[in-house]
């Protein structure tokens, strides 16, 4: 079974966490999370910017679960209601995936109530086996993926993000008045080590990854009752590389600065006091192009001729809060 590995329902988790879980005093926190992702399969259509209808019921698969440990450090910066609760957050992390495994630490700043300002980096070897590719290289003679060694290709990532966050309850009182509004934006340098500077990869089984400087803004606006069903709202995403020459001689024709979307309706269920269920349903887009092609590697020949939209996935996300 060839799966693919990783979304992205992280950020809404730790953001929303103050709403799922209720507030305690212990500066530690320990916490288990739990990902899984359902793709059905839409072929590619050749033409200008359209809508792919789904193809098969089936086109694989996606599991991971990371364990985050936590110790938040309160720093008040004065006696101002704004300013009394700022604190550190330092987290580690590990995540586990069937093809890889990727140690993570980061730091988070809120200075204010509105605002988190975090920074990281990870570092992950991937394995690949029974068909599925958890590391891979493109070789460019025949634009098919090849398989790295695990210890000496490490992959690695450093980022930094800026999250605003609002909540109408803070505002106007009562159950039924919470509306809440997050807004993040990122930056990541990222690749493979061993790889040249224009090489291109494949980690996790997402092929056509390139090794540079990318971004992405995610937004969400959701509603928060009273419920067994949380949360209900919507999330926006947009992701992309900064410059397109990360992808060399590709760029041109493939674009490399195309920026992916993705629109998602977004349910927050609450499970008891230390359990959460997150649940994703993606439509998102990609590039279209001018012919078609057999495999991934292949694309990066062809021209970039518009944006094809497509039912991506159904994310599922269990969390386990334990401290």
């Known amino acids: 079974m060839k799966g693919k590995i990783l979304f992205t329902l992280a950020l809404f988790m730790v953001a929303a966490s103050g709403v799922l879980f209720a507030e305690d005093h212990s500066p530690f926190f320990l916490q288990l999370q739990t990902d899984f992702a359902y793709y059905p399969k839409s072929d590619c259509i050749t033409g200008e910017s359209h809508f792919a209808p789904i193809t098969s019921p089936y086109k694989s698969v996606e599991f991971r679960t990371v364990l985050n440990a936590s110790y938040k450090l309160q720093?008040?910066?004065?006696?101002?209601?704004?300013?009394?609760?700022?604190?550190?957050?330092?987290?580690?992390?590990?995540?586990?995936?069937?093809?890889?495994?990727?140690?993570?630490?980061?730091?988070?700043?809120?200075?204010?109530?509105?605002?988190?300002?975090?920074?990281?980096?990870s570092l992950g070897w991937g394995w690949n086996y029974l068909g599925i590719e958890g590391l891979c290289h493109l070789n460019k003679d025949t634009m098919e993926y090849e398989h790295l060694s695990t210890f000496s290709h490490p992959y690695y990532d450093v980022w930094a993000s800026a999250t605003l966050q609002f909540d109408t309850g803070a505002v106007i009182?009562?159950?039924?008045?919470?509306?809440?509004?997050?807004a993040t934006f990122s930056s990541a340098y990222s690749g493979i080590a061993g790889l040249d500077d224009d090489?291109?990869?494949?980690?996790?089984?997402?092929?056509?990854?390139?090794?540079?400087l990318s971004y992405e803004l995610q937004t969400i606006l959701a509603y928060q009752m009273p419920l067994a069903l949380r949360?209900?709202?919507v999330m926006y995403?947009?992701?992309g590389y900064y410059n397109g020459d990360v992808y060399g001689e590709y760029d041109k024709s493939y674009n490399g600065t195309f920026p992916e979307i993705s629109i998602s309706p977004v349910l927050q269920f609450c499970l008891g006091k230390s359990d959460g269920l997150f649940c994703l349903f993606d439509f998102s887009s990609r590039r279209s192009f001018d012919k078609e092609f057999e495999s991934e590697g292949q694309s990066l020949l062809l021209n970039n001729t518009g944006?094809?939209?497509?039912?991506?996935?159904?994310?599922l996300s269990w969390s386990h809060r334990f401290m």
Request: aromatic share 12%; proline share 6%.
């Open 237 to 239: 995403k947009m992701n």
């Open 231 to 233: 949360l209900a709202g």
């Open 75 to 121: 720093t008040p910066l004065g006696g101002h209601w704004l300013l009394k609760d700022a604190n550190l957050i330092f987290t580690d992390g590990l995540e586990l995936s069937p093809v890889s495994v990727r140690p993570m630490v980061s730091i988070g700043f809120t200075p204010l109530p509105f605002l988190v300002l975090k920074t990281g980096a």
């Open 199 to 212: 090489g291109i990869f494949e980690w996790q089984c997402s092929k056509n990854k390139a090794c540079g």
């Open 307 to 315: 944006r094809e939209w497509y039912f991506k996935r159904i994310a």
């Open 173 to 182: 009182s009562g159950d039924w008045s919470h509306l809440v509004m997050l």
